[in-house]
């Protein structure tokens, strides 16, 4: 992938690369291994998405402070940027409250589900969400097996925005959720893309990789978040 120059300056909007927060990497040693290959493969920005969930029940405050640590410790050209990887559950709820969230730039809140099963009324949160001056970014529909063709379109034109998992592209999620990709990617639904990255063995392999299709490749050069 990194010879398609898909990744000269690109932007990873999804990485689990903040150490020691979440199921990502777990040291800051790891940490910079991983910003060195996405560097040398070209891309110019890295958002740190940790998750924040029930299970996960990261501060703000701690993403903030980790967070300060990683920059102060890497070296190199890559801008690095803090959000976070919402799971749409209770925690959400109270935190959409309270105003504390991790945002992308002009409030686009990056969120997920379970794969398996969405919560009650999905499009009716995520509408919440639209009226309360918040963009969703839902991170990586393709993944979602309770979600059909209509309902893509229906969040699509209710203007939530769809991130892709480069990996999906790849099959490594399996045959299904790479078809599913490529057909929301040739319905020009994905407005960003990430590499989900939670090990470098992940990410070096998603960097050497040269099996995407040109047509897809020039698809992805198209993606726009706004």
């Known amino acids: 992938m990194r010879d398609s120059g898909l990744l000269q300056g690109a932007v990873d909007r999804h990485t689990h690369i903040l150490f020691g927060v979440d199921d990502g990497v777990k040291t800051l040693d790891d940490a910079l291994a991983v910003l060195a290959v996405e560097e040398a493969a070209g891309i110019s920005d890295v958002w740190c998405t940790p998750h924040v969930m029930e299970d996960m029940p990261n501060t703000t405050k701690v993403l903030k402070e980790r967070f300060l640590l990683l920059k102060a410790a890497y070296k190199g050209r890559i801008r690095l940027h803090l959000a ?13 409250q309270n105003g504390d969230l991790l945002t992308m730039e002009d409030d686009i809140l990056l969120v997920e589900t379970s794969t398996v099963a969405g919560p009650i009324g999905l499009h009716g949160i995520l509408a919440d969400m639209m009226r309360a001056g918040y963009r969703p970014l839902l991170a990586h529909p393709e993944r979602y097996r309770y979600l059909k063709d209509e309902d893509y379109e229906k969040l699509h034109e209710a203007g939530v925005r769809f991130q892709l998992n480069l990996p999906s592209l790849l099959g490594y999620y399996g045959e299904t959720v790479r ?4 057909w929301i990617l040739k319905q020009g639904w994905y407005n960003a893309f990430g590499s989900d990255c939670h090990r470098i063995r992940a990410i070096a392999d998603l960097t050497d990789r040269k099996a995407l299709d040109v047509s897809l490749v020039d698809k992805l050069k198209e993606i726009s978040l706004f």
Do not use: G, P
């Open 179 to 182: 078809t599913r990709a490529e």
């Open 84 to 96: 976070a990887e919402y799971m749409i559950d209770t925690l959400l709820e109270e935190r959409l």
